[in-house]
Each structure stands twice: as C-alpha cells, then as structure tokens.
C-alpha cells in the first residue's frame, strides 16, 4: 500500500543573547565547563527568576518576520520533567500562553513556493549538557547551557518529504540569520530540531501514529534521519505490525534512529503557570517598531536578485542562503562586476576555497577584487583558464589581478598573425589526424584546439584559434 508521508518540525532557536532567559549569567560559547552557572539557572532554593527583555525582543521579530499573531498577554509554564542537566526540576517554558501563533515560513523546493504553516513560537529556557565519557566509567553535567533562552518554532504538520523537511530547517536559518536573532550555528547548537512523521495511508485524513526524532543538528541528519524513519515505518506497516508513539535518536555514526523513551504527552509534564513570574505584556507600540524596522528577507533577496541581476532561480537561492554571500555579490557587483558572472565565480572558485560559505566574509580577494579579475575576463585580455590561474595567485598573495596578470605575462593572445604560427605548427606536425578529419572525423577540433592551448600554455584566444583551425583544416 503506498503511504503519504506526514512531517512537522519543532526547530530550536538559540536567541543572540548575552545573558541568560532569567539571569544575569553569559551565554558565552565555549566558556570552561560550569563556569557561567549561578543560584538562578542552577535552580537553588529560594532564587527568583527575572525575564531577559531582549530575548522577548528578539522573539517577537521572527514572529513578525513569519507573519504571525502576536499575544498582547502571554505566560509562562512550568513544564516539569528530571534530567541530570536539569537541577530543578522543570524547565521554565510557555504553553498555552504561548507569544505567538499561526504565521508560516515559504520555502522554495524544487522550483515551487511552498507554504509551511507555524502552529506557534513560544519562548523557553535551555538545559545543560551531559558528557558521557568514552570509558563507561562517569557522566559529567556542565550547566553553562542551563537558561540559555530558546525560541522553539513548531510547525504544522505540512511537509511531505526528508528533502523538503531539511529545505525548511535550511530556510529558517537564514530567516534567523538576517533578523540578527540567531547565528545559526548548527556545530555548536545554536539550532537545532525535533521531527515528528507519521505515515497514513494516500487520502486518508487522519493521521497515522506519531514519531519523534531528537535534537538533530544538521540539514544532512535531519533529511537522513526521516529516510531511514519512512523506510522503518513502511516496512513494518507492511507486515501489519503497529507503529509505536516514541521518542528516537538518530544515530549517525550507524545511519539509523534508535528508540530513547516512549512519547510523553502533555499531561505527563504536568504543566502549570510559573508563579514567580509575571504575564508577559507587550506593548503595540514596540510592535509596530518592530515591524517598520524588518530587513529584508531571504526569500525577498532571492527575488530582488532575480529582477535586478537577471539571475536564474538555483544561483538567487544559493546566494541568498547566507547574508555574506549576498553581501558579497552586491560589493562585486556594485565594484563593476557583471551579475552573471559574479554569480558564476562566487558559485564555483569562491565557494570552492572557503570550508563554510559564512567564511567569505574573510576572504583573502576582496569583491573588488573579484570584479576586477572579472572585467579583464569581461574585456577579452585574459582567458577564463588563465583567469583561475590569476585567482588561484590573488588568493596566497593578495596582489591585484591587473598586476598578477602583468609580472606573469598572463594576457590572453590574440595577435592574428602570431595565433596562426601556432596553429599551422600544430596542423603541420599531426598530417594523419589531418588526414582523418577532412575525412570527416570533425570532432578532432576540440583535440586540435587543445593542442594549439597547450602550446600557447593556456594564453591563445580560444575563438580565434578556432577560427584560424578552421580556416587551415577546411581550406
């Protein structure tokens, strides 16, 4: 029987915060192990928690970027479960008071706008981390994570495939990336998701029985994960077996998720208004501040791209995926570049040279500098091949393009008379391949071609010596 495939996701947002959701504490990265830890976010007895306002800030602008109906009065929960790297007990979160509902995230796959429905944004507190070391012998607890406020992004469940489900997590960071809530780091835990999917039999309603998939931190695991997951589910919904409500882990390092706990429902967390806090009360006026001050999105990049540089859709999506690449196109671009082929090079040798594209905002050529290796491409003085060779130069040493060019004598050759020596010693020295292209062997120019390249070491005009080839071969 095939099966629709039913996807949401619960994408956890690390706010770029510099203390903590209810204390004073840094939220610094990488910071020695429970060294940004005090009384609050370590749950001792007695403390009160005091609401971080800039969190709320920050929340409320994905929440406007997304189109979503703000509350004017929301609350927070105690939702309460025990883990290690949860001292107190319960972590601070919101529930059915939540900041925001409804909204929705476009994303474009596979050539089409879709539109992934949000059910909400609520903000919560983190926990810590457990270290579990390799000997088996002791776990570790580090708090500096505990109280790090989160926005957790809950979707509809309105994906239908692993590649869309990542397309969608992929989309909303860039969303985060631009509002400036978020840096978007998946190393370090800075976003990262829960899937849910289910499997329903083609034109039923209801919905098949619910799986949860864990703290995936990746585009990569996230669409692997719910592969192996539809693969799992079909085979057992094939043997008639039944799907058990759980909660899995995926495992990469053996390509499987793997079961953690049975699902929790709400009523297991025994949710309840968090009584030292006060409701949270937002202001129109901030709102409509907000609102007015919204840069531009992804997706709206993507179109602008597209209107103004004349950019296909897969070169205006991939370099509106980071704000450096687009920032980077635009300085090329505004330096004299032409888009096409800013875009083309930015694709291919700069994102060739760099381990994550966010690194181009340090790169060694500057965009000018990209513009002007472009503009002698552009004018015809230098040939594409000897133009990677005079990139790969300005990326060790820095130097200008026009330079480079100059002391190495990497013109492109388009001297007529000087072109057709080279040419007519290539025809002269191979009579028998001569011999079998007139008769009729055409394809032998590419060959041709490349051995008058060679010769010239990259430097003749690739139009003119086809025509010259030509010219002798056919005369």
């Given at each position: ?26 939220t ?6 429970n ?63 939540p ?21 909400r944004?609520?903000?919560?507190e ?22 790090v ?99 899995r ?18 009523h ?32 709206q ?56 594209a ?36 300005m ?14 004598d ?34 032998l ?31």
């Open positions: 029987m095939p099966w629709e495939v039913v996807i949401g996701l619960e994408v956890h947002v690390q706010l770029a915060t510099q203390s903590k959701l209810f204390c004073a504490c840094s610094q990265f990488g910071a020695p192990p060294s940004n830890v005090c009384a609050v976010c370590s749950g001792q007895p007695g403390v009160l928690p005091v609401l971080n306002e800039q969190a709320i800030v920050l929340a409320l602008k994905l929440a406007l970027a997304t189109g979503g109906t703000i509350r004017r009065r929301s609350r927070f929960a105690r939702k309460n479960y025990f883990y290690p790297d949860l001292p107190k007990g319960y972590q601070i979160s919101q529930y059915d008071e900041l925001a509902e409804h909204g929705a995230v476009e994303i474009w796959h596979e050539g089409q706008l879709r539109s992934v429905r949000l059910t944004i609520h903000l919560e983190d926990a810590g981390k457990n270290i579990h070391l390799a000997t088996g012998a002791a776990s570790l607890v580090d708090l500096n994570r505990a109280g406020p989160l926005i957790e992004v809950v979707s509809e469940p309105d994906l239908r495939a692993p590649a869309e489900a990542a397309e969608y997590m992929r989309t909303l960071r860039g969303i985060v990336r631009a509002l400036g809530i978020c840096d978007g780091n998946l190393e370090q835990g800075s976003l990262r998701c829960d899937a849910n999917i289910s499997l329903r039999p083609w034109g039923q309603q209801a919905l098949g029985t619910k799986v949860e998939i864990k703290n995936i931190n990746s585009f990569r695991f996230v669409q692997k994960a719910l592969e192996y997951e539809i693969e799992r589910q079909s085979e057992l919904l094939a043997r008639g077996q039944a799907i058990q409500q759980e909660t882990q995926w495992s990469a390092e053996v390509g499987r998720t793997e079961a953690m706990r049975s699902k929790e429902e709400a297991d967390y025994r949710y309840f208004p968090e009584p030292d806090l006060p409701p949270v009360e937002i202001d129109e006026r901030l709102i409509e501040s907000l609102r007015v001050a919204l840069p531009e999105l992804p997706l990049r993507r179109q602008r791209l597209m209107e103004e540089g004349g950019l296909s859709d897969y070169d205006a999506t991939e370099l509106t995926r980071e704000t450096e690449l687009t920032d980077y196109y635009h300085l090329a671009v505004a330096a004299g570049g032409s888009p096409k082929r800013v875009a083309n090079w930015m694709l291919t040798e700069l994102l060739s040279r760099v381990d994550d966010r690194d181009v905002a340090r790169a060694p050529v500057a965009p000018a500098g990209m513009a002007e290796l472009l503009g002698l491409v552009e004018s015809g003085k230098v040939s594409g091949k000897l133009a990677k060779d005079i990139w790969a130069k990326w060790t040493s820095g130097g200008s393009a026009l330079k480079i060019a100059t002391d190495g990497l013109f492109q050759q388009s001297d007529s008379a000087a072109l057709e020596q080279a040419v007519r010693a290539v025809v002269e020295a191979h009579a028998d391949r001569v011999a079998a292209y007139r008769a009729g062997k055409t394809k120019m590419g060959w041709f071609v490349g051995q008058v390249m060679q010769a010239t070491e990259g430097k003749a005009n690739p139009k003119l010596v086809n025509t010259l080839l030509q010219q002798l071969l056919d005369g």
